[in-house]
């Protein structure tokens, strides 16, 4: 199956382009899967935020875990999330984690600034992440 997005091939069963995250069999986001299908858990974005502090960071790691196997759920290709513990590989891999969160956004959050805030702000650019993930889980 081709995307009519950008043209990239696709597996026969996917929801959604691998490289673009266009949904591949139409209709809104609630009913391609991305939210309620998918499991995408809306968070208290400041809970998020607070956990993170209380448990000094034990909780930005869950986060992590979680969102991750959520946003693979729906399509996203990042890999596990053991390598956030191996130095330098860890910034790779919020790499990818960012470009998980602009396609699970459809391009509202892009993967760059997604791995800023990740970068400069740690676990308050994972709060912001999480405000706009709320935005896509269907109510």
């Keep these: 199956m081709f995307c009519t997005k950008c043209g990239a091939q696709n597996g026969e069963a996917a929801e959604f382009c691998t490289s673009c995250g266009n949904p591949l069999k139409g209709g809104s986001k609630a009913t391609t899967g991305v939210g309620t299908a998918t499991g995408l858990q809306r968070r208290d974005p400041i809970m998020v935020l607070i956990f993170s502090i209380i448990t000094f960071g034990i909780y930005g790691y869950y986060w992590y875990v979680m969102t ?9 290709q990042i890999p596990t999330a ?4 191996i130095p330098i590989i860890n910034f790779w891999w919020m790499w990818k984690f960012s470009e998980g969160i602009e396609q699970v956004t459809q391009g509202k959050m892009a993967g760059p600034v997604a791995f800023l805030l990740l970068f400069f702000i740690g676990m308050i650019g994972g709060a912001i992440i999480q405000d706009t993930l709320n935005k896509f889980v269907a109510e």
């Design 68 to 76: 991750k196997l959520e946003m693979n759920a729906s399509g996203t």
């Design 82 to 85: 053991w390598l956030i513990i």
